[in-house]
């Protein structure tokens, strides 16, 4: 079945350093990829996503680039903020399926 | 105005007894689910109904039972909590449609005793 791995966490940085959060998926045919991101106390939100082969998901200066070759889809961001703290998800839906499977999440933690 | 509301936000209770989480969206969305987040952050699917039929159900114990009275509100009881249910129970909705997103409620912290 389908299925994320993510980086195990947690991440621990200071702020303005280079953020990279590893995701590989298993799945057959073309999912869409997406990252979501839940700040503490909150539900999920959606932070990117890409749909197609070499899309490049991008928003709040984090950003994430579908490589079909190597089946990843990377969290990366070159200038961290404390704001940034929270646990990250790595998430693949399926061609043609409904269900949205999660990785297990990665804690990031910036420190001033 | 909340797009995903649910209730309680967080809710005590003892072994054995039975217990609700109530969940409410205002997008107009077609598709709602339950997923169940453990102390590790691990996020699972349980349930999903699209226009108040069941079209997602994982395997989650028969004591878990999911109501949708309409497309706006997807419902979770659990008779006979066990130890094991303590989680953080999630309710979301989307669109169908391609590549929907998923809009989460802030979730419900549950602790068995």
């Known amino acids: 079945g389908n299925s994320v791995t993510q980086m195990e966490g947690p991440v621990t940085l200071s702020e303005e350093a280079f953020l990279t959060i590893n995701c590989t998926y298993t799945a057959t045919g073309y999912p869409s990829l997406f990252w979501y991101v839940q700040y503490p106390g909150e539900g999920l939100q959606l932070l990117l996503k890409?749909?197609?082969?070499?899309d490049k998901g991008s928003n709040k200066g984090f950003e994430a680039t579908y490589r079909k070759e190597t089946t990843s889809f990377h969290l990366e961001k070159g200038s961290v903020q404390v704001s940034d703290s929270a646990v990250y998800f790595c998430?693949?839906?399926?061609?043609?399926?409904?269900?949205?499977?999660f990785g297990q999440g990665t804690r990031l933690t910036i420190n001033p | 105005d909340t797009a995903v509301s649910q209730t309680p936000k967080y809710l005590v209770t003892q072994m054995g007894n039975d217990k609700s989480i109530k969940c409410e969206q205002n997008l107009g969305h077609d598709t709602m689910y339950w997923y169940k987040q453990d102390s590790k952050k691990f996020l699972k699917i349980m349930f999903s109904?699209?226009?108040?039929?069941?079209?997602i159900n994982e395997t989650v114990p028969n004591r878990f039972s999911p109501k949708s009275p309409d497309k706006a509100h997807l419902n979770l009881h659990i008779n006979s909590l066990e130890l094991g249910d303590s989680a953080v129970y999630f309710c979301?909705?989307?669109?169908?449609?391609?590549?929907?997103?998923?809009?989460f409620g802030s979730g419900t912290q549950l602790s068995v005793l």
């Open positions: 979301a909705s989307s669109q169908p449609g391609t590549n929907e997103k998923l809009f």
């Open positions: 998430a693949l839906r399926g061609q043609g399926a409904q269900k949205l499977v």
């Open positions: 890409a749909t197609k082969a070499d």
């Open positions: 109904y699209n226009n108040k039929e069941l079209i």
